[in-house]
């Protein structure tokens, strides 16, 4: 997938400001597509109806003789200069109540995997940052709820510049039990696959497209890179929350947000900017919004919920 920060109003003078990049969303709400309710905290990541794979295969594994790799790309935009402290995946292992990982190895390549070049990281060393690594408070699941596939966020220690480009962050986990574990895909209400998805699964022997084996559509990976921009423009501490997903997204009329539990206060409160910074919409929290109004273009849209302000982009259609 291809998404990226926007800044706002290009003003003069360089400046730093720390950000998240996110590649998309996990959460499909506290409530299943069935009436069941998440166990209190937290919320279901369930299969949309058409899909049948819970998650993909990246781990290393010695028991089962098998060594998978994924990636998915970013992209820096060409005003800025990214300098990237962390990244952060999201994994289970079925049956697992504590935290099953202790091995994660990322290589950031410039240009395709195994055609590029290398921009950091290789596959061997261990980047595991596991104090930083956490139950990601939900759980992966189909139409009919279960709790035995717990997702954690598993941080990796990642310290690199990256110039403006094209590039595709490679993971491979590995379980504390030295068997399968997998990685579930960018899941959106009511969609199969984001329009833009195009994440690879290394084999063992070639790249090859992932995607889901039930309605053979290509499929994206989340994941969240931790990083300082220096870029033309203003500061603003903000975050690009992987839980924030815009949908449809491109938009014709309307749409509908994800946003995690904790912003569904009576404070948050949700912007639109447009690409010279200039604010030309407002919404309180609602089921669907309205942009019927507005002029095709690409906006930047900010959810304040009183203490975080996140930020995600919107292109209209």
Partial sequence: MKKQLLSLAILTGSLIFAQTYSNGGLSTGATSSGGTAAPTGYTWSELQTGNTVYGGTGVYS?????????????????????????????????????????????????????????????TTTNLINTAASADAKMYRTAATTGTTRKIW??????????LPGTYWLDYQGHATNDASAFFPYVTIPGSLGPTDANAVQYTGTEWVELFDTGSSVSQALPFVINYVATSLGTSETRQFDSRVVVYPNPVVDTFKLQIPEESKTPKTDITLFDAAGKKVKSFTLSETYNVSDLPKGVYLLKLNDGKNLKATKLIKQ
């Fill in 62 to 122: 010695t028991a089962s003789a098998f060594s998978y790799r994924l990636a998915d790309d970013f992209v820096v935009p060409a005003s800025e200069q990214w300098t990237i402290s962390s990244v952060e995946v999201f994994g289970y292992q079925t049956g697992a109540t504590s935290f099953p990982f202790n091995g994660l190895s990322v290589v950031i390549w410039n240009g395709l995997p195994g055609e590029g070049t290398v921009a950091f990281g290789n």
């Fill in 153 to 162: 966020k598993i941080s990796a220690n990642a310290s690199t510049v990256l």
